[in-house]
């Protein structure tokens, strides 16, 4: 598995909300502690946001925040709304189930589904909060 600069960028604007204790903070603020660019952190705070992972209020002491407590937040999560569902595999779709050609009897698939499954575990008992 690998992931685009965008979810790594993600994660790391994301640890630096949790660490500020739910306080609002600027996107320039961000981008400037983590050396991103601003548009491209715009992008990805929008797809945040959609997600529900973080708030955000105009004006001049606005900012984003996290929309829930950090210990609530899993990082597959934050994968998943800034990467979209991972299939690890090529045989296998982000739910898991298998769209090999029929009558496919590939006995890789079983570790395939495994590795998977457990990766998409341990995504989900990795909280925002283990990562400040």
């Known amino acids: 598995m690998k992931f685009s600069t965008r979810t790594t960028y993600g994660l790391r604007a994301m640890i630096i909300l949790a660490s500020d204790n739910q306080k609002k903070i600027s ?6 502690k983590e050396k991103i660019s601003g548009g491209y952190l715009e992008k990805i705070f929008a797809d945040l946001k959609k997600a529900k992972l973080v708030e955000s209020v105009k004006g001049s002491r606005g900012g984003y925040s996290l929309s829930r ?3 609530r937040i899993e990082v597959y999560e934050i994968i998943n709304s800034l990467e979209g569902a991972q299939a690890n595999f090529h045989c296998l779709d982000s739910g898991g189930k298998v769209y090999c050609h029929p009558g496919c009897s590939c ?24 990562l400040t």
């Open 27 to 32: 996107l320039p603020s961000i981008a400037a």
């Open 69 to 71: 407590s950090s210990k």
């Open 107 to 130: 006995g890789s698939i079983k570790v395939m589904m495994k590795v998977q499954d457990a990766v998409n575990k341990a995504l989900k008992d990795i909280k925002l909060s283990d």
